[in-house]
């Protein structure tokens, strides 16, 4: 089953749930907020995801944070991550094989059955 990441007011998310809806694909989904952001989850997110690509540097969490942290390496943009969950780029969608596809854009799933 696809799991899909999302924090429940986001607009990209909710478009991404209305279009595995469409195509009438099962899945759960994870609200990184309300479900929370363990750890272990973030280490799985991150195996399979770059962290240049999993961070979210357009959100409003990032513009917020200090110069300092904006200067992370990888150990201390974890600790950032897992303090504020908004900082992952979202949706991410869990196929069955594993992989996670980042983001969401109109088409991006199309080929998902």
């Known amino acids: 089953m696809l799991t899909l990441y999302i924090i429940n007011n986001c607009d ?3 478009k991404a749930r209305q279009a595995l809806d469409e ?3 099962l899945y759960k989904t994870h609200d ?5 952001l363990s ?6 997110i991150l ?3 770059p962290l ?5 540097k357009r959100s409003t969490t990032w513009r917020a ?8 390496d990888a150990n201390s943009a974890r600790q950032l991550i897992l303090k504020y969950p908004t900082l992952l780029k979202r949706p991410l969608l869990e196929r ?6 980042v983001g969401y854009r109109d088409g991006d799933y199309d080929k998902l059955s």
């Not at 944070?65 to 992370?72: A, G, H, R, V, W």
């Not at 069955?96 to 596809?101: A, E, F, M």
Request: glycine residues 6%; charged residues 35%.
């Open 39 to 44: 750890a272990a989850l973030l280490e799985h």
């Open 23 to 25: 195509k009438a694909l």
């Open 65 to 72: 944070l200090s110069d300092e942290d904006k200067d992370y």
């Open 96 to 101: 069955n094989d594993g992989t996670i596809l």
């Open 52 to 56: 240049v690509k999993a961070i979210n």
């Open 12 to 14: 990209t998310c909710r």
């Open 32 to 36: 990184l907020r309300k479900d929370g």
């Open 47 to 49: 195996h399979r995801v």
